[in-house]
C-alpha cells in the first residue's frame, strides 16, 4: 500500500503523511477506508512503530483520520472524496522542486522539461 | 524517577588514565528503540559494561528499572536481556541444550516463542554449537536473550554476520517486540541503515563522548545539506551557521549543517542572492558529517 524509502533522508513519517494524505486525496482512499495498524505497517515495512504512529497522530490532527477505539484508524467521514485542485496541486509541489533543480544542473530548459514530463505522461496512459 | 529504565549522570570510566566514557547522562523511559552508533572504540561496548553492572564506573552513577547498575538485583536482571557481540554459548552443547540451559535460569521463559522463532530464523538447534556458522550462533545467541520476553533488550552487533534475509526476518521481529511501546530496546550497530529503520531513538557516541542524543526523525530533520547555486563567483571563506562540512567552488557550494529548520532557507537565499536547496540526508551520511 505504501512505498517507504528508510534511507532516502526523508523521516519516515513524513512520508507516510504525504502518501496517505495523496491518497486520500486522489480518492484511492475512500471516507470510512481502514489503514493497516501501527503494529501491522512497522513489521511489514521493518520501520519502527513510532514513527508510524506519529504519522497516524499527525493526520488525525488533521482532521484526515479517525481513530476507533478498538478497531482500526479510518479515513474520517464526511470529507470531500477528492479536495479542490489547487489543493492537489500544492500537494505536488515538494516533487517538482527537485526535478527542476536537477534539470537546471543539467542546463535543461523549462521547454525541453515539459516535453519530457508531456512523453512521459503519454507513456503511462498507453 | 521509577519509571525511566535507564538512567544514567555523568557515568564515566577511565582506563589507565585514557577515559573510555565521559560524562555520560541519559533518561530513557519505557517503548523507545535506541540506535546506539560510533565508531570502533567510541566506547559502545564499555557503556554496555558500566549500564548491566559488568565494569565499575570511576565516577558517576547509572541504574536500570531504579536499581543501581553496580548492585542490580535478580529480579532487575530477569527483566533484561542481553546480546553480548561475541557470543558466550558453550560449543560443546547443541541449540537446545544451550536453551534448555537458559531457560532453567529463567522461570518467565516461554518455550513456544523460542520454538517458532527458531523455526523461522531457521537454527538448526539438534547440532553442537561449535559446528555452527557465525551467523547460526548469532541467532542462537540472540535466541537465548530473548526467551524470558525482557523488558529492556540490550544488542551489541547483533545482525553483522547476518545474511540480509535473515537480517530482515531479525528486525522484524525486534519490531513486533517494540510495537505495544511497552518494551525498551538499546540496539548498537555499525549497519547504520538498519537502526534507521529500526531506532526511534538515536545515541551518538564520539570519543567517549554522548554527542547527540534524541529522535531519529529529528535528528534527520535538522541536520541537513544545503546547496547553493549562484549566478556569481561566491566567497570562498564562505560558512553556514552551524556547518559541519562545506564546500565552496566557483559558482556552487555544498554545507552540511545542523539544527537546520525551514525558516532559515527564506533569508538565506536573499542574503547569498542565490538558490538555496536543501536535500535531506540519510543517518550514514549524518554519522559522517557528526565525524568530520
Known amino acids: 500500500m505504501f512505498t517507504l524509502h528508510p534511507q532516502s533522508g526523508v523521516p519516515i513519517y513524513r512520508q507516510l503523511v ?4 495523496r491518497l486520500i486525496s486522489g480518492g484511492q482512499l475512500q471516507p470510512g477506508a481502514e489503514l493497516p495498524s501501527v503494529r501491522d505497517l512497522a513489521v511489514t ?22 481513530r476507533n477505539r478498538g478497531k482500526p484508524m479510518t479515513v474520517a467521514a464526511g470529507r470531500k472524496a477528492q479536495t479542490s485542485l489547487a ?23 523549462e521547454r525541453d522539461l515539459t516535453a519530457l514530463i508531456k512523453r512521459t505522461w503519454e507513456q503511462q496512459d498507453e | 524517577m521509577s519509571d525511566s529504565v535507564i538512567r544514567a549522570q555523568s557515568l564515566t570510566r577511565s582506563i589507565g588514565g585514557r577515559t573510555v566514557l565521559r560524562d555520560f547522562t541519559v533518561d530513557v523511559p519505557a517503548g523507545q528503540v535506541i540506535g546506539l552508533v560510533g565508531k570502533n572504540g567510541a566506547g559502545k561496548s564499555t557503556l554496555f559494561d558500566l549500564l548491566l553492572g559488568f565494569a565499575l564506573p570511576t565516577s558517576g552513577q547509572s541504574s536500570v528499572f531504579g536499581v543501581d547498575s553496580k548492585a542490580l538485583t535478580a529480579a532487575a536482571k530477569a527483566r533484561i536481556g542481553f546480546v553480548p557481540q561475541s557470543d558466550e554459548l558453550v560449543g560443546l552443547l547443541t541449540g537446545t541444550q544451550q536453551l534448555g540451559l537458559i531457560a532453567s535460569l529463567h522461570p518467565g521463559w516461554d518455550p513456544s516463542l523460542i520454538d517458532r522463532l527458531s523455526r523461522e530464523w531457521e537454527v538448526p538447534l539438534d547440532r553442537r554449537i561449535n559446528t555452527l ?8 545467541s540472540t535466541l537465548c536473550a ?25 528486525m522484524q521481529e525486534i519490531l513486533a517486540i517494540a510495537g505495544d511501546f511497552t518494551r525498551t530496546l538499546l ?13 526511534s531513538h538515536i545515541w551518538v557516541l564520539r570519543q567517549g563522548s554522548l554527542v547527540w542524543q534524541g529522535e531519529l526523525d529529528q535528528l534527520k530533520e535538522s541536520i541537513v545539506r544545503v ?13 553556514l551557521p552551524n556547518q559541519l ?19 532559515q532557507l527564506a533569508p538565506l537565499r536573499a542574503d547569498l542572492n542565490a538558490q538555496v536547496e536543501v536535500e535531506p540526508l540519510e543517518l550514514e551520511e549524518i554519522f559522517l558529517a557528526l565525524h568530520a
Open chain 2, 187 to 199: 540496539y548498537a550497530s555499525h549497519i547504520v541503515g538498519d537502526l534507521e529503520r529500526v531506532a
Open chain 1, 87 to 109: 489543493q492537489r496541486i500544492k500537494q505536488l509541489e515538494p516533487q517538482a522542486a527537485p526535478l527542476v533543480t536537477a534539470a537546471r544542473q543539467l542546463e535543461i530548459t
Open chain 2, 227 to 239: 546547496h547553493v547555486r549562484a549566478d556569481h563567483d561566491l566567497d570562498r571563506n564562505l560558512r
Open chain 1, 45 to 66: 515495512h521493518a520501520v519502527n512503530p513510532m514513527t508510524v504512529s506519529k504519522a497516524y497522530a499527525l493526520l488525525e490532527a488533521e482532521g484526515l483520520l479517525q
Open chain 2, 133 to 140: 556458522s557465525g551467523g547460526e550462533r548469532q541467532k542462537l
Open chain 2, 146 to 170: 530473548l526467551g524470558h520476553k525482557p523488558d529492556l533488550l540490550v544488542l551489541d552487533e547483533p545482525a553483522a554476520s547476518l545474511d540480509p534475509v535473515a537480517r530482515r526476518r531479525f
Open chain 1, 18 to 21: 504525504d502518501q496517505i494524505r
Open chain 2, 245 to 263: 562540512q562545506g564546500r565552496v567552488q566557483g559558482r556552487t557550494a555544498d554545507f552540511t549543517v545542523s539544527d537546520w529548520t525551514d525558516a
